[in-house]
């Protein structure tokens, strides 16, 4: 009898129906596409420019393509424009330090912090979604 008492418990509880975890619905895209694009070719231009400000250089047009596609109405847009200036200050003192004649582990930190930061906007952009400036684009770090 406690055979069976114990066959039926466990029986009912293998028989109950798990619950399913509900997705998120995904997440729609904010950036209009042709900001996007001009973003993320921008975002590469600063991470390839040579010169100790990017935007001043090789970079300066697409940055100013960017700003033409961007919609002053639409804060996403705003927020991930403002991203693009971040990065390029990030750029700017992190050539600067390395110009001071810092170690090599000092620069590779510095290499580090700014790939963790255009990874993250890269990301952003390639999604077309709006993000505050991660942590590792700030230059006091």
């Known amino acids: 009898m406690k055979i069976w008492f114990l ?4 029986s009912a509880a293998f028989a109950q129906e798990s619950k399913a975890v509900p997705k998120r619905p995904p997440m729609k895209p904010v950036l209009r596409e042709s900001f996007a694009k001009a973003g993320l070719r921008a975002l590469i231009a600063i991470e390839d420019a040579e010169e100790e400000n990017p935007i001043a250089g090789d970079a300066k047009k697409p940055f100013q393509e960017a700003d033409a596609e961007r919609d002053p109405d639409k804060p996403a847009e705003e927020r991930m424009f403002s991203n693009l200036i971040n990065f390029n200050l990030l750029r700017t003192v992190n ?10 582990e000092a620069k ?4 580090a912090q700014e790939r963790k930061c ?6 952003a952009f390639r999604h077309r979604m709006s993000i505050e400036l991660p942590a590792s684009c700030n230059p006091t770090k």
């Open 7 to 10: 066959f039926c418990c466990l």
């Open 95 to 104: 050539n600067l330090e390395k110009g001071t004649g810092i170690s090599d």
């Open 118 to 123: 255009s990874s993250a906007l890269e990301t």
């Open 108 to 111: 590779d930190k510095l290499v």
